[in-house]
């Protein structure tokens, strides 16, 4: 790798390291928060009710990514671009709030007059009513705390990025859900907390982001002329629609067409299976903004470098947690209740997916930072519409796997399809011999397990626990035998002084 004195790819390569290290452990920490709340709704609710309020959480997740008008990405995008020009980041971040403020109401409106309606056609459950009704209330927090928490991302300050937009809101939501829990209250009940929780991390996050940081919403100045915000974050909008199409219309879907018991099983399938989106989340906090950065000064070998390097580093941190959480699938699954363990097929081809996922690393927002924003939007949405064909002739005929396995060809096809446009439009391309020392390392890790799976004199989470250890023994040795990089070395050691 050039030194520091040619290029600035080493110094970028650190900040993403020591942002990734402070991401991991701040998401590993926000995973442990919502594993131990997804427990407790789990226990006190069952897989129908679960259901109900998963189909119900993930109409509101669609309607927040709605509501903001893709400004959350215009913010990554233009305050760095305008570093230097204070009055030009505050009017980025008015408009943006601004935005997403009337947004909120207008789509929470909707929701909440909409919610009788959205139920005939879906679940047909009375519950779900008032369940998105309440979710409605909680469509302004939401999506300002976004705004914040990407000033944050903006700024390459991934600690109080992670802390306004995840850690706070799943601290409170563990606390409000637990104490109405303990007292037995019901669904609504429940939801009254997360709207409570809600609230709370919105005040934490407007104080945090008041004395941490300089800037003050403000319309005034010329810079970003609307015009120009607008045209970059409106495509982006349409371009997250057609994300929800990939990424989230199967749960509607399975609710449509199957009973709330399965949106259950297959949305707490979904929850584990994003465990391994941690370390692409990690090394994504502040590549964004680095990328922007780059390519903004015709740095196009550095970047280049940086999205090959950064990939690599996704697929190896991912190979290690996908092969163990594959092969216990069902053991993991049961600890929520053995009501879930059904959804163990599910859960493995998701695995599949977050691992094919993860061979494109960065590649959708290396597109949005080289402005190729209707590229990406284009992607989206030919995915989407694929995901939701898919998603009608595999649950009509083979039911809850039907689904996942829809998930898999469009998850894969993107992933394929994305590192060919980066290749085509930029000149880049992540993939080289070097993925073959970690793909090694996951098929050795892989082959303990299952002599420790055969052999093993203990159950559930017994078996969990000795094969985690076992598992991350093996594939660490087998990297150390095959050879680590130089490069590899620095970031993990990175990683290793934040986590510490």
């Known amino acids: 790798m050039p030194d520091d004195s040619k290029t600035g790819v080493p110094a970028a390569l650190r900040s993403v390291a020591r942002g990734a290290g402070a991401q991991v452990l701040s998401l590993g920490i926000v995973r442990v928060l919502g594993f131990v709340t997804t427990f407790l709704l789990t226990q006190s609710l069952g897989p129908t009710l679960y259901g109900i309020y998963s189909f119900g959480k993930t109409l509101s997740s669609i309607a927040a990514t709605i509501t903001n008008l893709g400004t959350d990405q215009s913010i990554v995008r233009f305050v760095p671009h305008y570093g230097g020009d204070q009055t030009a980041q505050n009017r980025v971040f008015g408009l943006a709030t601004l935005t997403s403020f009337v947004g909120s109401l207008v789509v929470g409106a909707i929701l909440f007059v909409a919610a009788p309606l959205i139920n005939e056609y879906t679940l047909q ?9 309440l979710f409605a209330f909680t469509l302004a927090f939401n999506t300002l705390i976004g705004c914040i928490s990407n000033v944050f991302r903006a700024l390459e300050l991934p600690g109080y ?10 601290t409170f ?76 219309i199967d749960i509607l879907m399975v609710g449509t067409f199957l009973a709330g018991r399965a949106v259950g099983i297959y949305n707490l399938s979904t929850v584990l299976s994003q465990v391994l989106q941690i370390p692409a989340t990690g090394l994504n906090t502040i590549y ?11 740095e196009l070998e550095d970047l280049r470098m940086l999205y090959k390097q950064v990939t690599r580093w996704s697929f190896t941190m991912v190979a290690l947690p996908a092969v163990g959480l594959f092969l216990f699938s069902s053991e ?12 163990s097929g ?62 898999v060809i469009v998850m894969s096809a993107v992933s394929i399809v994305r590192i060919i446009e980066l290749w085509y439009t930029e000149g880049l391309f992540p993939l080289s011999l070097r993925y073959l020392k970690p793909t090694a390392a996951g098929v050795a890790c892989g082959l303990a397990l299952l002599l420790w799976k055969t052999i093993s004199p203990f ?42």
């Open 125 to 133: 459950q009375s519950l779900l009513v008032p369940v998105l009704r």
């Open 161 to 170: 990025q992670v802390v306004s937009g995840n850690i706070a809101r799943q």
């Open 173 to 248: 939501r563990l606390f409000t859900v637990g104490v109405v829990v303990a007292i037995g209250a019901t669904l609504v009940g429940i939801l009254v907390a997360a709207i409570v929780a809600w609230l709370l991390a919105f005040l934490f996050a407007v104080w945090l982001f008041f004395t941490r940081t300089d800037f003050r919403p403000s319309l005034s100045g010329s810079r970003p002329s609307l015009s120009r915000f607008y045209n970059y974050s409106i495509p982006l909008t349409v371009s997250d629609v057609g994300s929800l199409l990939l990424n989230q």
């Open 288 to 298: 964004p903004s680095i990328a922007s950065r780059m390519y903004s000064n015709g």
């Open 332 to 343: 993991v699954l049961a600890i929520f209740g053995e009501g879930f363990s059904g959804g």
């Open 346 to 407: 599910v859960l493995s081809l998701f695995i599949i997916a977050q691992v094919a996922g993860s061979l494109s690393g960065p590649a959708g927002y290396t597109l949005i930072m080289t402005d190729h924003q209707y590229l990406v939007m284009i992607d989206r949405w030919s995915a989407g519409i694929a995901n939701v064909v898919l998603n009608y002739i595999f649950i009509t005929r083979y039911g809850l796997i039907g689904a996942a396995f829809a998930t």
């Open 459 to 500: 159950t559930g989470v017994g078996l969990i626990i000795v094969g985690a250890i076992i598992g991350t023994v093996v594939f660490v040795s087998v990297l150390l035998v095959l050879g680590i990089e130089p490069d590899d070395r620095e970031f993990f050691s990175d990683i290793t002084s934040r986590i510490r």
